[in-house]
């Protein structure tokens, strides 16, 4: 059982910038693939972005493209979510997955094996 934690959100202004983390214990995170999904209320779960196991390859929603970013640290069992220029509709609940069994991150949710609690991210002035 994988066990992921997300953390770094909060309330920010337009504009401004947040780093979400996703952390696990006990597993070695490199034989992941990793996820970011949101969920805004009323909504349906949508794809944020993705990394491959090593980090090398990363993919992401054309609408976040260019404000966000992923990375990992495999060293410190940790994936990152840079965000930055934030608007009001980026409000959700920001989720981490893992896959165990594909090497390239997917889009699809139903890829995904393993499920963090998720973490608030409100974007107002």
């Known amino acids: 059982q994988v066990q992921l934690v997300e953390s770094g959100g909060g309330l920010v202004q337009p504009g401004g910038s947040l780093r979400l983390s996703c952390t696990t214990s006990?597993?070695?995170?490199?034989?992941?693939?990793v996820g970011w999904f949101r969920q805004a209320p009323g909504k349906e779960r949508e794809f944020v972005a993705a990394?491959?196991?090593?980090?090398?390859?990363?993919r992401y929603s054309d609408s976040m493209k260019g404000r966000f970013t992923v990375s990992r640290d495999n060293a410190n069992n940790t994936v990152y979510l840079q965000m930055s220029s934030l608007k009001p509709e980026d409000t959700a609940v920001y989720y981490c997955?893992?896959?165990?069994?594909?090497?390239?991150?997917?889009?699809?949710?139903?890829?995904?094996?393993?499920w963090g609690q998720g973490t608030q991210v409100t974007v107002s002035s």
């Open positions: 990394i491959s196991r090593a980090g090398g390859t990363t």
């Open positions: 997955a893992a896959d165990p069994i594909n090497f390239y991150g997917s889009a699809a949710d139903n890829i995904y094996r393993y």
């Open positions: 006990g597993r070695t995170f490199s034989n992941y693939a």
